[in-house]
């Protein structure tokens, strides 16, 4: 009986390794694993902070305009008093206090115009704010949205150069609309549908011309 | 002789603990019952006494038969729970008999009489023995009665302003090459607790200006402190900015947890007991650097 177990236990000794080793190379994976995860739970908003690549937020600029109108570092980040005692809700709490969204930044680059207002400046990706109807036809239909509510186009086309820059354009070179040789062909289309030429012509715009051959 | 063991370990505690059972249950701290108010208090009509003019339970609970309702199923949250309320914190409704100035705490950081002199027996409110000021004070002679990152929460909360709680924190190497960087600069103290975590002495100067000699780093603190007016503020227009950049995500909050919460921004006036004035940002300088 012993001589058998004997025999059985050698088996297993020798069957075993390659198991166990194919174990080890699991577990120390897992272990690798378990070690990037625990990492990255680890990971909190604050160390996350300068990772971010779809804002950019230069802290020191933004220090020197606070210094220069007399606020700190707790307009965007307060110390308020508190009671909370539940630490898990004042966690939630604190997040809301300390990350400034879109109405902090816009006061001051969108609505007072006191700082930069070109949107790439911190909106480094143009995709994360790019409207959803601003779709390859947009500019054909952009009138009508402009009409509407100008105030919604404005908070992104802050320069109204955006605008003026095609809507009272002179420059007979650039074409960007209409094909080479339109103005000779330009008077058919016009007395077919006018109110198309308006969307970006003013009246001036044909007077200018047809005045002078007159 | 097996009889009578078997009666006291077994049939005696059964009858202590029946007898307990018809106790009423009291949550910890609670305020006694069955008594009589002294007479020169004056406990309001809209707080009944009982029969024989003592507190009990309809005293201070406006619920209905809650002498006969079990604890665990006493609605805590009702707005009369606590009569006259819903009360913003509990010694509001203690108030309606007690005389808050009676119970007021002493501020113990005001440790300075009128001659600019202090008595060493307030020292010991936080240190076991008062430290000799004449001599040169290591960490060690301190004693405190607590370790240092606790001594505070007798008195204050451990989270008394936002952003206590992420501040209590070990710093990491970069940040704390900054802290000695900004001590030997700006010669001040930025202690951290024995392990090596970021605490409220670490930006509180806990002593009132005068108490440690000024030349000393432990003594250098805000000037402005006025330990009477305390942290002051001014109205802003940057809180219309402020609530308004909050209010979807605080509604959301209020709506989860079902209190409601709100954030708003006030201009620090002045500010006491600080290492660094906080106000124009050199105190979160201090350990604060930004590449861009």
């Known amino acids: 009986?012993?001589?058998?177990?004997?025999?059985?236990?050698?088996?297993?000794?020798?069957?075993?390794?390659?198991?166990?080793?194919?174990?080890?190379?699991?577990?120390?994976?897992?272990?690798?694993?378990?070690?990037?995860?625990?990492?990255?739970?680890?990971e909190t908003w604050w160390e996350k902070r300068n990772k971010r690549t779809d804002l950019y937020y230069p802290h020191n600029t933004h220090m020197a305009v606070m210094e220069k109108e007399g606020d700190s570092c707790f307009l965007c980040h307060p110390f308020n008093a508190n009671k909370i005692t539940d630490l898990e809700l004042l966690k939630k709490l604190n997040i809301i206090a300390n990350e400034p969204l879109e109405a902090i930044c816009h006061e001051c680059h969108v609505i007072k115009l006191t700082a930069p207002w070109r949107c790439e400046l911190c909106h480094s990706s143009p995709d994360t704010i790019w409207p959803n109807d601003h779709n390859f036809d947009y500019l054909t239909h952009h009138g009508e949205d402009a009409r509407q509510d100008e105030g919604k186009c404005r908070q992104c086309h802050i320069d109204l150069s955006f605008c003026s820059d095609c809507h009272f354009r002179r420059d007979p070179v650039q074409r960007r609309v209409h094909m080479l040789g339109y103005r000779t062909t330009h008077g058919i289309e016009a007395r077919i549908n006018t109110v198309s030429c308006s969307r970006c012509h003013n009246a001036h715009y044909c007077s200018d011309c047809h005045r002078e051959h007159r | 002789m097996k009889y009578i063991s078997f009666f006291i370990i077994f049939l005696i505690p059964l009858l202590v603990n029946g007898k307990e059972e018809r106790k009423i249950e009291m949550p910890p701290l609670h305020h006694v019952v069955k008594v009589k108010p002294p007479e020169n208090m004056k406990v309001p009509k809209e707080f009944p006494l009982n029969n024989e003019g003592q507190i009990d339970c309809k005293t201070c609970h406006g619920i209905k038969d809650i002498e006969k309702t079990p604890i665990n199923k006493v609605?805590?949250?009702?707005?009369d729970f606590h009569r006259g309320g819903p009360y913003e914190q509990l010694t509001d409704f203690c108030a309606n008999c007690h005389n808050k100035k009676d119970y007021k705490r002493p501020n113990i950081h005001k440790l300075l009489d009128e001659k600019g002199e202090f008595d060493k027996k307030d020292c010991e409110y936080c240190h076991k023995e008062a430290p000799d000021l004449k001599k040169e004070i290591n960490r060690e002679d301190l004693k405190f009665r607590l370790p240092p990152q606790k001594i505070c929460f007798g008195c204050h909360l451990k989270t008394p302003h936002l952003n206590a709680l992420n501040?209590?924190?070990?710093?990491?190497?970069?940040?704390?090459?900054?802290?000695?960087?900004?001590?030997?600069?700006?010669?001040?103290?930025?202690?951290l607790d024995n392990e090596g975590k970021i605490m409220c002495a670490t930006c509180h100067a806990p002593h009132q200006p005068g108490v440690i000699d000024k030349k000393n780093p432990a003594g250098k603190q805000v000037a402005d402190t006025d330990l009477d007016e305390g942290v002051s503020y001014v109205k802003h227009p940057w809180n219309?900015?402020?609530?308004?950049?909050?209010?979807?995500?605080?509604?959301?909050?209020?709506q989860e947890s079902g209190n409601v919460y709100s954030l708003g921004y006030e201009r620090i006036k002045t500010e006491v007991l600080l290492r660094l004035p906080a106000k124009d940002g050199a105190l979160c300088q201090a350990c604060h650097t930004f590449e861009k």
């Not at chain 1, 059985?8 to 694993?33: C, G, H, Q, R, Y």
Request: hydrophobic share 40%; no cysteine; charged share 35%.
């Open chain 1, 1 to 42: 009986m012993s001589v058998l177990l004997k025999w059985f236990l050698w088996l297993l000794i020798f069957i075993a390794p390659p198991s166990f080793a194919n174990d080890k190379t699991d577990f120390s994976l897992t272990v690798e694993t378990e070690k990037t995860t625990s990492k990255k739970k680890k």
């Open chain 2, 75 to 79: 609605n805590k949250k009702a707005d």
């Open chain 2, 167 to 191: 501040h209590q924190v070990k710093p990491d190497k970069k940040m704390r090459k900054r802290m000695h960087e900004s001590e030997k600069k700006l010669g001040i103290i930025l202690p």
């Open chain 2, 240 to 254: 219309r900015v402020f609530q308004s950049d909050k209010k979807a995500r605080l509604a959301k909050l209020s």
